[in-house]
């Protein structure tokens, strides 16, 4: 039975078809021609971008000559008048959608409606933490509302497609688009996967408060080699099955309305014209019957691909291969119809994908009610309840590295605040803050002022900058206590923000040495969108907050934490590296035939530990828990694992139960340890519960070497507690019921 991303009625299918009828094939086309307001997409780039993009023939002079003259590409009202755009994306304002609506609806030929998307990855006004730092929570509910309020403000201000969840499974720090997703665990994606398409869509796309979602990049965009966005990905399909994919068929499974491919090559192919993805698996396999969209002019980097020789053979190929929808490369606008004409598309492949797109149309309700409320979206923006739960958010992704006791703050403290991120507003936010505003975020000194707490504060160091000892120990004076901010700007991390060094930037770290050897006890709080290797940092601070970029409320989450009013739950969902060399590192790697050891000849680095940084599912808390009594139960369609979880300190908290498993022999390698459930459990002091974790039986197969999904079988170590470390242990020999 098809997993039907959308509902559309007979009498609905009806008039698709007598619309079909009536357009000519340049309106047809005009229905997959998605454009926005720069070049590279939905979001504008600078004049020098501009310039080196004309000097590359990435545009061209007409186009570089329309952007000077600053005629946007939003505002092509003659063209939707002609019926020659089906949809916009990166156009921000209510208003201005309202308006080019009134055009396409009320002066175009047919009266079809546009739809407006926009990259509302983690908010709209009220921004939350970015998704890496959002699935540090491991709450699959909190992951769920964040994406229901981002979609209540999107709708109200005419967005109705948000090009998120990103659900590309990463590996790799160094690529800047680590931030966007939930890590490098696919179980963990898959979960935020389901959980973001139910927080976007809803029970019901047309509703004036849901928007469609696109589970993208399809796929293996996250394996880009060495961490360079947009470069090759190269791994069996073994790996692609087992790591890759699984995400992606978890979204199809929660109904997500559409899909937006990568700008990589696979083995060689790239996924923009790979029948192999879009048609085998996503269409045939996976039964996905909603609109697939291109990455932002994918379509027309085919030849850099090397794949074609101009731009009529990309539009014919991405055609061919099932991509619906153009996104800004005006291949089909310029092609497709001669491609019709000489018969290399045949009208009823174009007919196919005009269907998918005004399923679409109809599905989120745009013939019926295609305007918004211009005074809906001011009245929720950042309102009260929005807030809240971007502080609860904000507190839930933070992580506690390290602390030697000097956490929670006590407020008679003397502190001294320092580093140029404190008082940053707009950093905050961190990448893809769709129309977040910098002047609506609270920074870690506002928070301060929230509680109404007088801090000593000087720059001393900005990211990129030179440290100024001078100023350091002006105001860590009369301190008792230092907070020391440092990390990344939020444009350092992203799409276009791969690094080959995620360690400290500028003398960040020279500062933070320097405060050592001032003598005075000090926090190292990190604003960041990746793991960073920092081991210096974690040796000499007294305490380490993994803070990530938080969102609107970072400052208010990040006292709450500080002071103890939340008791840090965060773990970790990447590894982090002792050295960016280490890259890619991730805890799920496959069993080799000679382990990381103390022996020379080991699979290790001559030059580094033998243990990363902080493993995969790591963090503190200002209590500690205990686990016991650890069993495993075989039943109809799985196995129940169960274990007593004890909180033996002084102070309420929530832990986060992790279950792992290795299969000690199968037909291939098996990872080392694979996460295969988690629950969050609230403790108060003293209190200790017997937690159940469910794993569904599939979730041991596994593909042999010639591609067979096979059933897991024989013993299977099974690790239970607090992170990818946890040492307490049952082997279970399945389909045999027995513990040891």
């Not at 201005?96 to 079809?112: D, F, T």
């Not at 890590?183 to 849901?210: C, H, M, N, P, W």
């Not at 580093?419 to 301060?448: H, I, Q, S, Y």
């Amino acid at each position: 039975m098809e997993k039907l991303s959308f509902t559309v009625s007979t009498d609905q299918e009806k008039k698709i078809e007598a619309l079909i009828a009536k357009m000519t094939v340049d309106e047809k086309i005009g229905q997959l021609n998605q454009v926005g307001p720069s070049p590279v997409g939905g979001f504008e780039i600078s004049l020098k971008e501009k310039k080196l993009m004309l000097k590359e023939g990435k545009i061209t002079k007409e186009e570089f000559e329309r952007d000077l003259e600053g005629v946007q590409w939003d505002t092509r009202e003659s063209d939707v008048r002609s019926g020659k755009i089906g949809s916009f994306l990166g156009m921000r304002g209510v208003e201005k959608c309202n308006h080019m609506q009134h055009i396409a609806v009320e002066e175009s030929r047919l009266g079809i409606p546009l739809f407006f998307g926009l990259d509302v990855v983690h908010g709209l006004r009220t921004i939350f933490p970015i998704p890496l730092a959002e699935s540090c929570s491991f709450d699959e509910n909190l992951f769920e509302q964040t994406a229901r309020i981002a979609a209540k403000e999107a709708a109200a201000t005419g967005i109705k497609l948000t090009f998120a969840p990103m659900i590309d499974v990463c590996r790799d720090a160094r690529w800047g688009r680590i931030a966007e997703g939930a890590g490098e665990d696919t179980y963990l994606t898959s979960r935020f996967a389901a959980a973001k398409v139910r927080g976007f869509q809803g029970d019901d796309i047309a509703k004036d408060d849901r928007i469609a979602a696109c589970a993208k990049h399809f796929v293996a965009y996250g394996a880009a080699i060495g961490g360079r966005d947009y470069n090759s990905a190269d791994m069996s399909l073994q790996t692609l099955w087992e790591t890759y994919l699984p995400p992606f068929k978890e979204a199809v499974d929660s109904g997500v309305a559409t899909f937006m491919t990568s700008f990589n090559d696979l083995n060689g192919e790239p996924c923009t014209t790979s029948k192999y993805l879009l048609k085998d698996i996503l269409r045939n396999k996976w039964r996905f019957n909603g609109a697939v969209i291109s990455d932002s002019g994918a379509i027309g980097e085919l030849i850099e691909h090397g794949t074609v020789s101009d731009k009529a053979e990309a539009a014919e190929q991405a055609l061919n291969a099932g991509i619906d929808i153009d996104m800004s490369s005006m291949c089909y606008t310029e092609n497709l119809k001669n491609s019709v004409l000489r018969s290399n598309i045949s009208e009823e492949e174009l007919n196919e994908a005009v269907r998918r797109v005004l399923r679409l149309k109809f599905a989120l309700g745009l013939f019926d009610h295609p305007y918004t409320d211009e005074l809906s979206g001011e009245k929720m923006y950042l309102c009260k309840a929005h807030t809240q739960l971007a502080r609860e958010a904000g507190r839930k992704s933070i992580v506690l590295l390290k602390n030697d006791g000097i956490l929670p703050l006590k407020s008679n403290l003397k502190i001294a605040v320092v580093g140029e991120l404190a008082a940053t507003r707009k950093e905050m936010l961190g990448t893809w803050a769709a129309m977040g505003r910098g002047d609506e975020a609270v920074c870690l000194l506002d928070g301060f002022a929230e509680r109404n707490i007088s801090v000593s504060y000087e720059e001393c160091c900005k990211v990129n900058g030179t440290f100024d000892r001078t100023a350091l120990e002006r105001a860590v004076k009369d301190a008792d206590i230092v907070i020391a901010a440092v990390g990344e700007y939020a444009d350092m991390s992203g799409e276009a923000s791969s690094l080959c060094n995620i360690g400290l930037h500028g003398e960040q770290e020279k500062m933070l040495s320097a405060l050592k050897e001032l003598g005075k006890p000090f926090v190292t709080v990190m604003f960041n969108g990746r793991p960073l290797a920092v081991p210096k940092a974690v040796k000499i601070s007294n305490a380490l907050i993994e803070a990530w970029h938080l969102g609107s409320q970072a400052g208010n989450s990040i006292c709450d934490v500080l002071f103890g009013d939340y008791n840090p739950s965060g773990r970790l969902t990447a590894t982090f590296p002792n050295h960016s060399g280490e890259c890619p590192i991730y805890y799920n790697h496959v069993s080799t035939g000679r382990p990381t050891s103390e022996i020379r000849h080991s699979c290790k680095y001559m030059d580094a530990p033998l243990t990363p940084l902080f493993p995969f599912g790591y963090g503190l808390s200002y209590t500690e828990y205990t686990y016991k009594d650890f069993i495993i139960n075989e039943e109809k369609n799985g196995l129940c694992a169960e274990v007593t979880v004890k909180n033996i300190g002084e102070i309420a908290g929530e832990e986060t139960v992790q279950l792992y498993a290795h299969m000690q022999k199968a037909k291939r390698v098996r990872p080392v340890r694979e996460l295969k459930a988690f629950k969050k459990v609230y403790l108060n002091p003293g209190e200790e519960k017997r937690v159940k974790l469910f794993i569904d039986r599939c979730a041991f197969q596994y593909y042999d070497m010639q591609m067979n999904l096979v059933e897991g079988s024989g013993a299977v170590d099974f690790f239970i507690g607090h992170d990818s470390t946890a040492s307490l242990k049952t082997v279970m020999i399945l389909g045999g019921g027995s513990n040891e």
